[in-house]
């Protein structure tokens, strides 16, 4: 029987540790517009996960182990164009290019290991939360402390999976595969009343405006959610 269900938990974990290194630029290039590029990396010990465990050919169970180390690396342009006194227009755009990698333990090997006495080998892997390219944008148009209208958007590329094995039967290593890019448009609409020595903002929110379906999950034979060769 197997129990992969199941998962253990560790009184003895570690608490996770980030350290962050960050360098930037910011210039300005007219009275209302400036630019900025900032360079980031993130050295992450003693990272959480789930471990699976063969303890025989048909058994294994989960726990959760200090997966030792990540890093997260990349760097990220941004222009902003403010809106002034007698000025509607405002916008924003960023983008972000960005790698974030961790070991990953092969349960096969912690297994083969385990019995031969040898130390597990250690496999460098995307994380679940690797995304590589963002772009986020924002268009503004209103009177300053009157009333205003903006649009934000973000699309970003698609967050790793572990694709189902090939007909062969050879098994891929996990996150090795993409899922589509997510994209999204947001309203926001504001007009500010003052009432004497109060002053109030009436405000509207819609978010996921165009109604867009992102497939957030996915088949891992397919690598969609929308269908499965099964």
Known sequence: A??????????????????????????????????????FY?????????????ISQNESFSR???KDYANIKGVTFSLVKRRTEGDLFGATLDYTYQ???????SSDAFFIDKES???????????????THTLNGSIILGEVKNWSISLIGKVGAGLPYTPLPNP???EYDRNTARKPSQTTVDLLAEKE?????????????VFNLFDTLNESDVYDDTGRYTYTLR
């Open 117 to 131: 006495g040898r130390a597990s080998e250690l496999q460098i892997l995307f994380l679940d939360w690797d995304q």
């Open 193 to 205: 009343i003052q009432l004497t020595d109060i002053t109030m903002i009436l405000f509207a929110k």
């Open 42 to 54: 993130k050295d992450v010990r003693d990272l959480f996960a789930t471990q699976s465990i063969r």
């Open 2 to 39: 197997s129990v992969t269900s199941t998962v253990f938990g560790d009184a003895n974990l570690n608490p996770q540790k980030t350290i962050t290194y960050e360098f930037g630029l910011q210039q300005q290039v007219a009275d209302n517009v400036a630019f900025n590029v900032t360079g």
């Open 99 to 105: 790698s974030s990698e961790g070991n990953d333990v």
């Open 64 to 66: 959760y182990v200090n």
């Open 168 to 170: 062969s039967g050879v």
